[in-house]
């Protein structure tokens, strides 16, 4: 996580020391953004900080923070961010990690390994910064789900139902914000050239012979995947960074609310609406045909 403070915003990211938290962290400082970046544990936010430009260092912030500590704990070390600066303008829920399992294999032991970082830790962190976030003039909010909420493979159920409800309480959130005028942003990456995006070894502990081909296909894949995304995550966060700042690509536009980042992001987002829509022509006469005569 790491909390931005723009020269008129302050905001928060999670997972900072690699990936998209990195880069994010450097673009925001190159636009003279303040930022606090959270992450794990110290060595990785110390080498994050010495990968800075030091011309800017001086508008970075480190603060260590796991956003499965719970609740508690978050709001303290949010509290303490906000008090850097003064303010917390922007939140950037970027922490969450992947572990691929075939979902009989896994079960629901698995499911909730997988919900607590991207789900329950981004619940847990946007609750602690909310108060900070209501108090501030401009606030935004920004959130990383994936385009794997909206297309799933086999092997990869338990990352794809994190991140499909992390899309549905990302609106529940711009619905239940729009009042205090915090504007919510749900970012779905497809494929992406980051660091470390496989190194979650496929679940094998319970294998079940039945699914032998297809666990080996899915681990396979994976593996093959890593290093040939043809997305650059560069490019990527810096248009995270417009639509945030309203400059660049999105100077002139209206807020999106969704951004859909990759050219297999955009196929399979609309695939899967084109699918839904089709389902709902062919049968609009059962779906409409329920009522009370």
Same mark, same amino acid.
């Given at each position: 996580?790491?909390?931005?403070?723009?020269?008129?915003?302050?905001?928060?990211?999670?997972?900072?020391?690699?990936?998209?938290?990195?880069?994010?962290?450097?673009?925001?400082?190159?636009?003279?953004?303040?930022?606090?970046?959270?992450?794990?544990?110290?060595?990785?936010?110390?080498?994050?900080?010495?990968?800075?430009?030091?011309?800017?260092?001086?508008?970075?912030?480190?603060?260590?923070?796991?956003?499965?500590?719970?609740?508690?704990?978050?709001?303290?070390?949010?509290?303490?961010?906000?008090?850097?600066?003064?303010?917390?303008?922007?939140?950037?829920?970027?922490?969450?990690?992947?572990?691929?399992?075939?979902?009989?294999?896994?079960? *629901? &032991?698995?499911?909730?390994?997988?919900?607590?970082? $991207?789900?329950? %830790?981004?619940? @847990?962190?946007?609750?602690? /910064?909310?108060?900070?976030?209501?108090?501030?003039?401009?606030?935004?909010?920004?959130?990383?789900?994936?385009?794997?909420?909206?297309?799933?493979?086999?092997?990869?159920?338990?990352?794809?139902?994190?991140?499909?409800?992390?899309?549905?309480?990302?609106?529940?959130?711009?619905?239940?914000?729009?009042?205090?005028?915090?504007?919510?942003?749900?970012?779905?990456?497809?494929?992406?050239?980051?660091?470390?995006?496989?190194?979650?070894?496929?679940?094998?502990?319970?294998?079940?012979?039945?699914?032998?081909?297809?666990?080996?296909? *899915? &681990?396979?894949?994976?593996?093959?995947?890593?290093? $040939?995304?043809? %997305?650059?995550? @560069?490019?990527?966060?810096? /248009?995270?960074?417009?639509?945030?700042?309203?400059?660049?690509?999105?100077?002139?536009?209206?807020?999106?609310?969704?951004?859909?980042?990759?050219?297999?992001?955009?196929?399979?987002?609309?695939?899967?609406?084109?699918?839904?829509?089709?389902?709902?022509?062919?049968?609009?006469?059962?779906?409409?045909?329920?009522?009370?005569?």
């Amino acid at each position: 996580m790491s909390i931005n403070h723009r020269s008129t915003h302050t905001s928060t990211n999670t997972g900072t020391s690699s990936g998209f938290g990195r880069r994010l962290v450097t673009s925001a400082l190159r636009r003279g953004d303040r930022v606090i970046a959270t992450a794990r544990t110290s060595e990785k936010l110390e080498a994050l900080a010495a990968s800075c430009d030091p011309k800017v260092r001086h508008n970075l912030h480190t603060l260590q923070l796991d956003v499965t500590e719970g609740e508690a704990a978050l709001r303290a070390k949010t509290d303490e961010a906000a008090a850097v600066w003064g303010q917390i303008d922007v939140l950037v829920n970027n922490a969450g990690v992947g572990y691929h399992s075939i979902l009989e294999e896994g079960g *629901s &032991a698995h499911l909730r390994k997988q919900f607590e970082p $991207n789900v329950f %830790g981004m619940v @847990d962190m946007t609750v602690a /910064a909310l108060p900070h976030l209501r108090a501030s003039k401009d606030a935004l909010m920004v959130i990383l789900g994936s385009r794997s909420g909206w297309r799933t493979i086999p092997g990869i159920g338990p990352y794809a139902a994190s991140k499909a409800a992390v899309h549905s309480l990302t609106e529940t959130l711009s619905a239940e914000l729009a009042q205090f005028n915090i504007r919510v942003l749900l970012v779905a990456p497809g494929s992406f050239r980051t660091e470390g995006i496989y190194a979650q070894a496929f679940n094998t502990q319970n294998p079940i012979a039945a699914y032998d081909a297809m666990r080996q296909t *899915s &681990a396979s894949r994976n593996q093959a995947v890593a290093g $040939n995304e043809k %997305g650059d995550p @560069d490019k990527a966060m810096e /248009a995270v960074i417009d639509v945030v700042r309203g400059e660049g690509v999105a100077k002139g536009r209206t807020w999106p609310g969704y951004l859909v980042l990759g050219e297999d992001a955009e196929h399979d987002v609309r695939a899967q609406c084109n699918k839904i829509l089709k389902a709902l022509d062919e049968w609009k006469d059962v779906s409409c045909g329920v009522n009370f005569d």
